[in-house]
């Protein structure tokens, strides 16, 4: 009954390759994000998304792409993996609405790129 | 361009004590003020939050403090237990219409609470 789950929760992959991680809410939010820890703690925002808009941090590559199947789906899908891509990814959801009483964070998937 | 700013890395309290968390912020364009605790390995959890039309939010043991001149906010916990040693972020959003724009966290604080 996890609110929001993400798999897998560690991958380790080589250079070059294509991955992806899934993520799932059983909240019936409207809106679903992708933030990155990278290696300095920091948690930035990568995409939003809700079945009316993608609103994509500009500093976030072109080979990162949000796909959403459905409203309780947001898929991150990373093309040609780099070592700098290395890092902890956190999904998230909230209502688009009511986003002052806090987003709900999956546990993260932590990718080492070798 | 860091827009929230956590200075201290780490804090150590005694059990029973306050614990006082402090955030500094210098986009004036935040509406809201959100605390997140996270343990390792798990993601942040949703602690407290605050309107930038309020100076006070309380709940339980956990109390939000926001001083909107001096762009300052401040979280309070009392007594501090053992179970609140974990890393605290401080993060804030724009009133966007939808919060799409997502949150703008702080690096974190890590709070120890020594027995």
Known sequence: DTAVSQTPKY?????????????????????????KQDSKKFLK???????????????VPNR??????????????????ELGDSAVYFCASSHHRNTNYGYTFGSGTRLTVV | DQQVKQNSPSLSVQEGRISIL????????????LWYKKYPAEGPTFLISISS???????????????????????HIVPSQPGDSAVYFCAAQRDSGGGADGLTFGKGTHLIIQP
């Open chain 2, 53 to 75: 039309i309020k100076d006070k939010n309380e709940d339980g043991r956990f109390t939000v403090f926001l001083n909107k001149s001096a762009k300052h906010l401040s979280l």
């Open chain 1, 11 to 35: 991958l380790v992959t080589q250079m070059g390759n294509d991955k992806s991680i899934k993520c799932e809410q059983n909240l019936g939010h409207d809106t679903m994000y992708w933030y």
């Open chain 2, 22 to 33: 402090n955030c500094d912020y210098t986009n004036s364009m935040f509406d809201y003020f």
């Open chain 1, 64 to 81: 990162f792409s949000p796909k959403s199947p459905d409203k309780a789906h947001l898929n991150l899908h990373i093309n040609s993996l």
């Open chain 1, 45 to 59: 925002i990568m995409f939003s998304y809700n079945n009316k808009e993608l609103i994509i941090n500009e500093t």
